[in-house]
């Protein structure tokens, strides 16, 4: 299998595992951080796509393909360190987590807790991105 199938078949397993725990964030105590991996409302001309739920789904994949991909090659020597996917998804999907602002849907962008679940949920997504990418590149 070659090295960009492989990558994306990476970001496919990271995209269900940070959906899933998000997902389970939110069945066991309400909290709707889940919500914002679909959301694309704030992105003009993708926002006008519909079904929304489909291409809410499509955006979030593609979203963390496209990321698996760049990162490794970013991180270039150190793409086998995985403490390097860790922090550089916890930091960045942290940071991204504020484009909630430009959006009417939940979560809020001052829910403390919403954010700590996103960034942690993002936290886990580069554990996963990181040990795939060392057992399988």
Request: with cysteine; proline share 4%; hydrophobic share 60%.
């Amino acid at each position: 299998m070659n090295r960009i199938l492989k990558l994306t078949l990476i970001g496919v397993i990271g995209a269900i595992v940070l959906m899933l725990a998000l997902k389970l964030v939110m069945i066991l105590n309400g909290n709707q951080a889940y919500i914002l991996l679909f959301n694309f409302d704030y992105i003009p001309v993708i926002n006008t796509l519909k079904p929304v739920w489909l291409f809410g789904y499509i955006f979030h994949f593609l979203t963390c393909i496209i990321s698996v991909i760049a990162l490794f090659y970013i991180l270039g020597a150190f793409y086998k360190r995985i403490m390097m996917y860790v922090l550089v998804y916890a930091i960045g999907g942290g940071a991204l987590y504020f484009l909630t602002a430009l959006s009417d849907q939940p979560p809020a962008p001052n829910d403390v807790m919403a954010w700590i679940y996103w960034t942690i949920a993002h936290a886990l997504f580069g554990f996963v991105v990181g040990y795939l990418v060392k057992k399988w590149i």
